[in-house]
Structures are given as structure tokens and as C-alpha cells.
């Protein structure tokens, strides 16, 4: 496994591999890796002949604020986990690699964005259909695996690069989930013990969703409401949102009629956690 650091040296390897007539499968990611990237990086395994991980905290990502100095790094573990999953290439490129002092070109997915997280973190999906487009560019890659822990960021990329036809086939991968269900993130190092134990409600939350779906329940604002309490019983645990939308549309929903991504965010001792289902469930993965 090869570690590059430069956008031409990418270039150049992507360009190699295509020559050989080998298929790439592509995984972006911002590092500080766990099961959930590497569940993707075992399915672009399965889906392509050469793997390449791309490993970049993107700063324009990150709305003023946030976490983007301290968002957690550890490159030199992430190549140890990316190399003993099969991985080919991690890709790692620094800041002024990817964005020149005066760049100046943006893209804008203006639909799919708006809800959800897009409508708490203004630019957020700005800059991740920006550098999505970018690493597209660089990497070359014939298939890109994306979890659907990030289920509005996957209908974003899928509509980019429906609209700006890249010739790239996007694949979704299942949530990873930690034994009592919290979904996996780099985010969850910051939980303290208390707030940890805090979270597994969330994913309580889903599954009561799932069970008040199955009884029967389709009214979309019930589903919610009894979400809440559920959340709200915990002390400090504060709710960004919890949305009902149309999973195709991302469009909020009354009742519940067809496939709807029923997604939360929260805070939790100052840490944003998101989480999801689909109900009725529907098979995402490809
Ligand atoms: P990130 O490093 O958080 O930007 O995530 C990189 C990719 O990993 C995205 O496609 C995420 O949706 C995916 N991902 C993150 N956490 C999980 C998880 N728990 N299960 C599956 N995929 C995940």
C-alpha cells in the first residue's frame, strides 16, 4: 500500500491503474478511523479491483465555530487500519494541496441541502460537494462507497453527481453501530463516560420509531413527539432535530407512506451527534 500526499502524484497513480484497465473504488473520509470506514473500504474491496482512502479534514466543511482545529487526528494509525484492510493507496493530502490561496469555485447541491443539518450548518454541504468533486477529479475513481450514517450527505453526492455527470457509480453502505447501538463516528472520542451513556438514546430513539412504525403508527409528527420524550428524559442531552422526510425528496413528511429517512441530530455535553433510520426499511446497500 502506497502513501501519497500530492494531488499530481494521485493523478498520476489513478491514471496508472486505469491504464491497466483496473476498476477504482474510491473512499473519502476525514481519518481518525473506526469500523464504520472500514466496512466501506471492505465494500469498495468487493465492488472494485483497486482501493484508494482518501483521509482529509476538509476545512471548508466546517462552518465558523466548529470543531476544525480539533477535530481528531491520527494519521499514523488510520494508514495501519486502511493497510491491514486491503486498502491500495491512502491518499492524505495537506490543506494548500487541495485549496489554493485564492480559490474561488464552489459547488452547490441547492436542493437536498437545504433541510436537515444543511439548514443548522449553513456551507456545510457547500464544501462537501466541493471537495467531493475535487477528490472525484483527483482519484478517478470508476465507484464511491458513502455511508448512509451521513444518509443527507449521500443524497447530496448522489445528486451532484447525477447533475454534474461524473462518470461514477455511488454505492451506500449499513450504519456500523457499537454493541449497545450508538452509531460509530470519530466524533464519539469526545464524549465524556456520562455523556456516552447519554447517547446510546439516540439510537433508542430510532428504534422506537421502527416499533411505533410496525404497530401501526404513520403519523409522522406522533413519531416525533414520542421520539422527544424518549430523548428529552436525558439531562444536558439537547436536540438539534428530529425531522421525518421523504427519503427521495428529503422533503418533510405528515404521515408516513413510503420509504422515509427519519434522521436526529442532538447535542450532547457540547458534542453533535446525528443519527438515522429508514422506515419501512429498505435495502440502501448496493
Ligand atoms: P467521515 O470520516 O466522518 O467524513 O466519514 C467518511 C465516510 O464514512 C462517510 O461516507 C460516512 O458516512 C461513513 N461513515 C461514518 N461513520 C459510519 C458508520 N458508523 N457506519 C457506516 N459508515 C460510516
Not at 183 to 198: D, I, Q, V
Not at 230 to 249: C, F, H, K, M, N
Request: neutral net charge; hydrophobic residues 40%; proline residues 5%.
Amino acid at each position: 500500500m502506497k502513501v501519497i500526499y500530492s494531488v499530481t502524484d494521485m493523478y498520476e497513480a489513478a491514471m496508472q491503474v486505469r491504464s491497466r484497465g483496473e476498476r477504482i473504488g474510491f473512499v473519502p473520509t476525514m481519518g481518525f478511523l473506526h469500523d464504520g470506514h472500514l466496512s466501506l473500504i471492505k465494500k469498495a474491496r468487493s465492488v472494485s479491483d483497486w482501493v484508494v482512502v482518501s483521509i482529509f479534514v476538509n476545512p471548508t466543511q466546517f462552518c465558523p465555530g466548529e470543531d476544525y482545529e480539533r477535530y481528531p487526528r491520527d494519521m499514523r494509525r488510520d494508514v495501519e487500519l486502511c493497510r491491514n484492510e486491503g486498502a491500495h493507496i491512502v491518499f492524505a493530502p495537506e490543506a494548500v494541496q487541495m485549496y489554493a490561496a485564492d480559490h474561488a469555485v464552489y459547488v452547490e447541491e441547492s436542493d437536498f441541502s437545504s433541510g436537515l443539518c444543511g439548514a443548522l450548518r449553513p456551507g456545510h454541504f457547500r464544501g462537501v460537494a466541493t471537495v467531493v468533486a475535487k477528490l472525484f477529479n483527483i482519484v478517478q475513481p470508476h465507484v464511491a462507497v458513502f455511508g448512509m450514517k451521513d444518509a443527507q450527505q449521500l443524497r447530496v453526492i448522489e445528486r451532484m453527481t447525477r447533475d454534474l455527470n461524473f462518470p461514477v457509480e455511488i454505492v451506500a453502505a449499513p450504519i456500523v453501530r457499537e454493541p449497545d447501538g450508538l452509531a460509530m463516528s470519530s466524533r464519539n472520542k469526545y464524549l465524556t463516560p456520562e455523556s456516552r451513556s447519554k447517547a446510546v438514546r439516540i439510537y433508542e430513539s430510532l428504534r422506537h420509531a421502527e416499533r411505533l412504525y410496525q404497530e401501526g403508527m404513520r403519523d409522522a409528527g406522533a413519531i416525533r413527539d414520542s421520539m422527544a420524550s424518549l430523548l428529552q428524559g436525558a439531562t444536558d442531552l439537547r436536540i438539534d432535530y428530529i425531522a421525518t422526510v421523504d427519503y427521495e425528496t428529503l422533503k418533510p413528511v405528515d404521515r408516513i407512506e413510503r420509504a422515509a429517512l427519519v434522521a436526529v441530530a442532538v447535542r450532547i455535553g457540547g458534542v453533535r451527534l446525528i443519527d438515522n433510520t429508514v422506515i419501512p426499511y429498505i435495502s440502501r446497500e448496493t
